[in-house]
């Protein structure tokens, strides 16, 4: 496993590309399974998640050719709708694949995705929503088997689950008549994914709003789709360079997609400019506490949470943060507490005093966004050195990030470690 070593300290300065979104990279791939012609994939991320789902596709018999940020799917010799446990357990975002799965063959059979460090992640909503459409579901040895022809319906979900949307779309888009589903995720992902399934044929309209209307097809075609900005990964760049004092730009990100976010930082006292794909934020002369609370979309965005209680670890005030959407997100306080990091936790809520100084030192990454707050703390530290232990948490979701906030300035490394 490789280790990330960083001397902090430097303010960041410079610009850096913002990559295809992980977050809607992962569903595209899943919905090309309803797709009867090849479809292709431009601005895609080289993460190992997408790797994971190409094995997950491609051992459903998809063919998949990835080379740079381009990549081709062919659904046309798809023959076992198995996703297998090993492989489903590494990655949630598998699950994916049973919605699709299910309209295009009428049966499908997926592991149940394990939990994780952020909490238990349960699926009810997927399957709640999958059997409102008129699906038989069975849990058979940890596996979801489902069978059935779909039915349009009327189908209200409990909370606007990103994943569950994204299921229950998928599903839609080839049932029998129209389904209405009221109080879905809004975030700019679904927004990506029905565009992309419009585009091979789909009826969807309403995306991006709590009401999504899908009027069911009999086949859908191929298309040649981009991904969207990666914005959890231009709000990170944007942190980085706050919290360590500097001025970062980010490069063909969507201001669109973040505006809790951005507005946060203005808070913050941070100057944030936005000149149509490229968004700058430079805090030279410092910058102020600021209260968080996270929420889903257009809300203050979970996936921003722990890079931002990083930032604010050295703000000029107390800031209160509640983490709404998964139980457990908190997983970076006990390693930023070692940096001298000053955080009491209370509930969902987390107190964080500004400190003036916070200091290296040996730390473990537990989940994608925590690790991506101790990177970030490692660079706010003034003296000692930050060892990040477990990158492949950070792998998952961050293309080559130590390259790239080396470019910024940083003094970053990566060592193979044992
Ligand atoms: C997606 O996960 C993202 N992953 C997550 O990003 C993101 O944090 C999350 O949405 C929220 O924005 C991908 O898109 C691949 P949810 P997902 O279903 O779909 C509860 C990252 O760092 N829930 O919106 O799994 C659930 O327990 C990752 O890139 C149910 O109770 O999230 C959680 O508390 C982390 N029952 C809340 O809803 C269900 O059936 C939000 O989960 C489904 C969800």
Do not use: W
């Not at 459903?60 to 996703?83: K, Q």
């Not at 921003?304 to 670890?313: F, G, I, K, N, P």
């Not at 925590?370 to 970030?376: K, N, Q, Y």
């Amino acid at each position: 496993m490789d280790k990330i070593l960083i001397r902090g300290g430097q303010p960041l300065h410079g610009t850096v590309q913002v990559r295809g979104a992980k977050n809607s990279t992962l569903p595209l791939m899943a919905a090309s399974i309803l797709a009867e012609q090849p479809c292709v994939l431009h601005n895609v991320p080289c993460l190992h998640d997408v790797f994971t789902m190409d094995k997950i596709l491609s051992g459903l018999g998809m063919r998949i050719e990835f080379t740079g940020r381009y990549m081709t799917l062919d659904a046309s010799s798809l023959d076992s709708p198995v996703a297998p446990y090993d492989l489903v357990r590494k990655m949630r975002a598998s699950f994916f694949v049973l919605g699709p799965l299910l309209a295009r063959y009428g049966k499908a059979r997926v592991s149940l995705p394990g939990g994780c460090a952020i909490g238990t992640r349960p699926v009810d909503i997927h399957l709640k929503g999958l059997e409102a459409l008129g699906a038989k579901l069975t849990v058979e040895e940890g596996y979801v088997v489902a069978e059935g022809a779909l039915t349009g319906t009327e189908f209200t979900l409990d909370f606007p689950s990103v994943g569950a949307t994204e299921n229950l779309l998928m599903a839609a888009c080839r049932a029998q008549g129209m389904t209405r589903l009221n109080n879905v995720a809004r975030e700019p992902e679904i927004v990506d994914l029905a565009q992309f399934l419009n585009s091979l044929g789909a009826r969807i309209s309403g995306a991006g709003t709590d009401l999504i209307t899908v009027v069911g097809v009999d086949a859908l075609g191929g298309a040649e789709h981009t991904v969207i900005p990666d914005r959890i990964e231009a709000g990170t760049f944007l942190i980085a360079g706050v919290a360590t004092r500097g001025d970062v730009t980010v490069l063909n990100a969507n201001p669109d997609h973040l505006p809790s976010f951005l507005n946060k930082l203005r808070d913050a006292a941070v100057e944030v400019e936005v000149q149509g794909t490229r968004i700058r934020a430079r805090a030279t002369d410092g910058f102020k506490a600021s209260d968080i609370i996270t929420q889903p979309f257009p809300g203050f965005p979970t996936d921003l949470q722990a890079q931002m209680m990083a930032m604010l670890c050295v703000a000029d005030g107390v800031s209160v943060i509640k983490e709404t959407v998964f139980e457990n997100r908190f997983m970076q306080v006990a390693e930023l507490a070692r940096m001298g990091a000053d955080i009491a936790l209370d509930g969902n809520a987390a107190v964080v005093r500004g400190v003036k100084k916070m200091c290296g030192a040996p730390v473990m990454a537990s989940d994608l966004r925590a690790s991506a707050a101790l990177v970030i703390a490692g660079l706010i530290a003034e003296r000692g050195e930050t060892a990040v232990s477990r990158v492949y948490h950070l792998d998952r979701g961050y293309e080559r990030i130590e390259e790239r906030l080396a470019a910024l300035g940083a003094d970053i490394q990566r060592v193979r470690e044992g």
